[in-house]
């Protein structure tokens, strides 16, 4: 086993832990932190892979910019909350169902797959440089991308409805 | 990767982390003494170190008043506040000197390397590979500076949150939403030079800053950019949180904002990395706007100055003159910087923010359209 893979391996380990801490974990800035460890080593994975470009956009993106805002946000949580002591909501056996369920077809889908795709530690591969890659995800990709723009208002507008019921049952 | 690759790795991490930590043992030393030249006074010359046996007293210009601060700030009592959250106390400062050195990391030092040639007796080992002066000399350079700077926010304001003080509070409050604002300012100026340039790799930037524009002046990024250069300067020195953008830790107000709970070697790594800081941001900008390693008129083999007169170097001699430049240059803006942070005053929070959003931002913005149309007509 070359440094490359036990580093695949190291990472893959770390971002599993930092996932599962961020599950577990009760308070909000510990389920940050965790989801913020997580995020980093999925972004060291990329890299061994590789592809400095994803990795390089994960942190940027996921830490840089969206945890940022959510401890800065968490910042100003009051921390006595009551609703820090419960560890899960009611929804964890559908939620441990589904998860179990997304997790079997993934490895199913490792395992008939076979081979790994890309090797670690083979250097950066010429189409994932940063020019091939801009200009492949502007020509191909914008559609999608601006759909995922339409999912995030989505979202914010769910969001939005779920503080209002929310509000109302509190009289 | 193979043992010469290792090797040279190896060799370019301990000289970057070197050069870090010394300039920010020299800064501590620089600051003082230059305030005390600009404002008319002896300064700095209280610490000294006697021989032993002797009445000989050395005093240096004040050199050891950072060795005198450094044994202070270990041997001093590590006072823990009663803090919400043990973890995130314990991380605050990690996460803010950790991005700071590992911004260095795509920083380019200094031009090709053959050590073959440098080191006859190993040519054989190295095989007459050569190497870019630079620890990871990755595609996505710029984009790497500013991964590794957001994570910077996060342990200001993990310090400031979990210091369970008000005043720690409001500074991490402050903090968050300064570098937010002024890394936005931050990227949009570099983005004129990665059109200028055509790339975001940084070792590629420079090489093209060495040729020259009109014949004599050098090609560097501020002859092209010279307004994204000051605009680039102020995001700096405002996202290293000095004056006059120091309000996360104005100490008139917040006693020392979102590290206020931290005592000895902790709270020395908040000022550690703030003045290792001052040197990455003087490192960036000498990498996007001064020509990096480039002295003027020189290449790889020698110089070649405007009147087709040609004095070529050996491979060691560019090399040393390489690393002293870069090392030269990064110095230049450190004191530079220091210059703007003993001259102005702090600015109000709400005239921070204003300075940030309704007056760099439309500047840099504007100063990336000119750019973007200038180009396009010297294309169309």
């Known amino acids: ?171 | 990767m193979t043992a010469p690759d290792f090797a040279i790795s190896l060799v370019y991490i301990a000289y970057a982390l070197a050069v870090l930590l010394t300039f920010g043992a020299i800064l501590t030393w620089v600051e003082r003494k230059q305030a005390a030249i600009m404002s008319d006074r002896i300064g700095a010359n209280r610490a000294y170190v006697r021989i032993p046996f002797t009445q000989v007293k050395l005093i240096w210009l004040g050199l050891f008043h950072g060795m005198a601060d450094g044994l202070k700030l270990l041997l001093k009592e590590d006072f823990k506040p009663l803090a919400y959250d043990k973890l995130a106390y314990a991380l605050g400062p990690w996460l803010a000197i950790v991005p700071v050195l590992l911004v260095f990391a795509v920083v380019p030092f200094g031009g090709t390397l053959d050590p073959g040639r440098l080191f006859p007796s190993l040519a054989e080992w190295f095989g007459g590979r050569t190497y870019p002066m630079q620890i990871a000399p990755i595609d996505a350079g710029i984009l790497i500076v500013f991964a590794f700077s957001g994570i910077t926010i996060i342990g200001a304001m993990l310090a400031g949150w979990s210091s369970a003080n008000k005043f720690s509070l409001l500074g991490a409050l402050r903090a968050g939403s300064q570098l937010i604002s002024y890394e936005l300012v931050m990227g949009l100026t570099v983005l004129g030079i990665v059109l200028i340039f055509g790339t975001v790799n940084l070792g590629t930037i420079v090489e093209r800053q060495s040729g020259t524009v009109l014949g004599f002046l050098p090609a560097w990024g501020i002859v092209y950019q010279p307004f994204a250069a000051v605009l680039f300067l102020i995001a700096g020195i405002a996202e290293n949180k000095r004056i006059p953008f120091d309000l996360p830790e104005a100490e008139s107000e917040l006693i020392s904002g979102y590290f206020t709970e931290y005592s000895a070697m902790k709270q020395g790594v908040f000022m550690l990395s703030e003045f290792i800081e001052i040197a990455v941001i003087g490192a960036l900008f000498v990498t996007l706007f001064f020509g990096g390693y480039n002295l003027p008129w020189m290449n790889d083999t020698g110089f070649v100055f405007p009147g087709g007169h040609a004095v070529p170097l050996s491979h060691g001699w560019v090399v040393v003159l390489q690393l002293l430049t870069f090392l030269g240059k990064v110095f230049l803006l450190c004191s530079f910087q220091i210059l703007v942070r003993w001259t102005l005053p702090r600015f109000r929070w709400d005239q921070l923010l204003r300075f940030a959003w309704k007056f760099l931002l439309p500047l840099a913005i504007a100063n990336l359209v000119v750019t973007a149309v200038a180009l396009w007509a010297q294309q169309a």
């Open chain 1, 1 to 171: 086993m070359t440094i490359d893979q036990l580093l695949v391996y190291f990472f893959g380990a770390c971002a599993l832990l930092g996932g599962v801490l961020m599950l577990v974990a009760r308070h909000p800035m510990r389920v940050a932190l965790a989801l913020i460890s997580c995020m980093l080593s999925l972004a060291g994975i990329y890299a061994m892979l590789g592809v400095h470009v994803v990795a390089v956009f994960q942190v940027l993106i996921y830490v840089g910019a969206v945890m940022v805002f959510m401890v800065y946000v968490i910042m100003l949580l009051d921390v006595r909350d009551p609703s820090f002591v419960r560890r899960y909501s009611r929804m964890l056996l559908p939620g441990v169902v589904l998860g179990a369920l997304l997790a079997g077809a993934l490895g199913i889908s490792a395992i008939r797959l076979g081979a790994p795709v890309i090797q670690p530690g083979a250097g950066a591969a010429p189409s994932y440089l940063v020019q091939p890659f801009s200009v492949e995800f502007l020509r191909e990709y914008w559609l999608h991308f601006e759909l995922t723009s339409v999912l995030l208002v989505a979202a914010v507008v769910a969001a939005i409805a779920i503080i209002r019921s929310g509000r109302r049952s509190d009289g």
